[in-house]
């Protein structure tokens, strides 16, 4: 399996990091190695001071697709959860002014934490979730997918024209304003229509 991401998805967050607007979605990818099971602990790495979480809407495709057209993409996932991209911040800017690529602050072990799944049937439409990620049980971060730049949909239609979307491959949908750093001892939760679906200790 794979796990494909979007950056930069969400106006507010483009706002916070000071980072243009796209005219079309940004994509970048992590390994299997990235994944971080709901209820499992983050383990701070040595490279970086400055880890921020990311809470995002994730969706787990269930067919084979390629050049999906956008009208047919609801067929192509069944389950919905909320994950964190956790992200080398310091790293990831170290690279990209030098041009670089991002995978070192982004796709590294245990970077994508990834919440209980939830069908499709029992969650509004794609295009009107609310999701939220608690610190230490206070909201630091809150969205809807109507925020989105580029709809579930629209991503799923974009990103099959250039990588054959597989069962298991899962798609971490971008993040609303509100990221931050954590620090050890910090407990995250993600919150998807008030369901509690993940829970992350910082070690
Ligand atoms: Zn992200």
Redesign the pocket.
Known sequence: MKII???RNYADHIKELQNERPSEPVLFMKPDSALLSNGKAFYLPEFSNNVHH?I?IVVRINRLGKHIQQKFAHRYYNEITVGI?F?ARDLQDQLRAKGLPWEKS?AFDHSAALGDFMAVEDLPPASQLDFSLHKNGHVVQSGNTAQMLYGIHELIAYISTFFTLKIGDLI?T??PAGVGKVEKGDELTGYLQGNKLLDISMR
């Open positions: 991401c979007i950056g990311e995002e991209d992200t982004k971490y971008g993040t």
